[in-house]
């Protein structure tokens, strides 16, 4: 089957084509995971307490799952695994004498003998495989520094690989506007774009927000003004507005950014992650920009998969900065980032006095 995408692997299935060896991974870990669960309910079905082996990468045995591989089931077809988050990078927490390349290796020397009655599936849910664009096949591939693309190449030769992209706002606005009908509301694909995006096209959040919304309206419509008033913009859209602020040398705007993200020593180097993301991300629009690149081309090209609209939102908020700005704004971040890992300074006053000089730099 080699490299498919979901609707592809979910016709496959539906037809009752399985593959001995399954590669599932993507920035969508709500995907991989119904995927996943896809796979899993074509091979045993309701066997799983007799069918289904589950084991966490993290701890994988190379002599166990060779003996599992070779089981035969007597309550069902097929003989299920399950491999959660094998990482071919670091196999083991401890690689004290231990090879990485060496260890992977050894697994494929395991997988080269999957027998036909059972089927592997390793699935990515709590760590990226970082991937790039290619223009060839039109597909994202796995980059080839990556220790985990020979695992990959493995199972796109001998079964399947799918990776589950983040979803666009565009594709999600269809799920929201679909699954708002199904509980008896409505809303417009342009209202439901903006739940997207203010979720940052994150399944789980959209679905808390949607419950909240579906329970306010009661039936009737969906209205930018409940959004507005329901949904709140996480910390990263907070941030963009704070970055839109210093870009407009709005002082008092962008101190009412940093009073809505609520910093503290807790959440302050989540919170700076996000403030420092966000002006690369303009950084990144602005040097796309000097060179006459549009913001769709540019998110692929910075590797902003199914979240083109973060680009686009870079780009409006960076029109008025220089890429020498951005650059010096950067810097003060990063220096900033030093005495906050460094000494036990106050959180929110080391960003305020980084946005303070930002904001002179800005003029």
Known sequence: ?????????????????????????????????AVTRKII????????DFALTKLDGKKLDMSQLEELVGQFNMMSEYNCILINDYNCEKPYEDMRGKSADEVTKSLL???????DQTVVIFNVTGFEVEVQWDYKTRRNVIKSKNKNK???????KNGTLCEMPIKTSQELARIITNKTAARGGAITLDNAREIAERCLCDELTIENELDK?????????????????????RNDMTAYELAKAVASLNANAAFEAIDEMNITKDNRMIVFHVIFSTFTDMYHAACARKKGIGYEQAANDFGYYGRSFIMK????????????KLRK???????????MNSTACDPRYEIEQAVTRMLKESK
Request: aromatic content about 8%; glycine content about 8%.
């Open 150 to 156: 020979k695992l990959a190449d493995f199972a796109a």
């Open 41 to 48: 309910n074509a091979a045993v079905g309701g066997n799983e």
């Open 1 to 33: 089957m080699a490299v498919v995408n979901e609707k592809e692997l979910t016709a496959a299935l539906k037809k009752g084509e399985l593959s001995r060896i399954y590669y599932i991974f993507g920035g969508d870990t709500a995907g991989v995971e």
């Open 313 to 324: 939102n870079a780009y409006s908020y960076s029109s008025r900065m220089s890429v020498e």
């Open 213 to 233: 919304l579906c329970a306010y309206a009661q039936g009737r419509e969906i209205t930018r003004e409940m959004i507005q008033e329901h949904v709140h913009q």
């Open 329 to 339: 704004c950067i810097i003060i971040l990063r220096d900033t980032a030093v005495r």
């Open 109 to 115: 020397a395991v997988l080269k003998n999957i027998p």
